[in-house]
């Protein structure tokens, strides 16, 4: 199985939102790598095949953050 890579629209504020959204990224295990960017309102995360879209979708939105849209692989997913 291939790795997944998923990408989340996320509405972020200041550096404390953008920190708690790599928080619990950094505790979801089968996450390989992310890159979380207060910039350009974004989450990209790298996960093995046994994380699913939703299970990030979720894991982002328990830190009370809007997540306006998102991908998996490139395919639009919906929030």
Known sequence: ???HQYKFDITMSCGGCS???ERVLKKLDGVKS???SLES???TVVTDSSVSYETVLATIKKTGKTVTGGSADGEPQSV
Do not use: I, K, Y
């Open 19 to 21: 920190g708690a959204v």
């Open 34 to 36: 992310f890159d979380v």
């Open 1 to 3: 199985m291939s790795d």
């Open 41 to 43: 309102q974004t989450a």
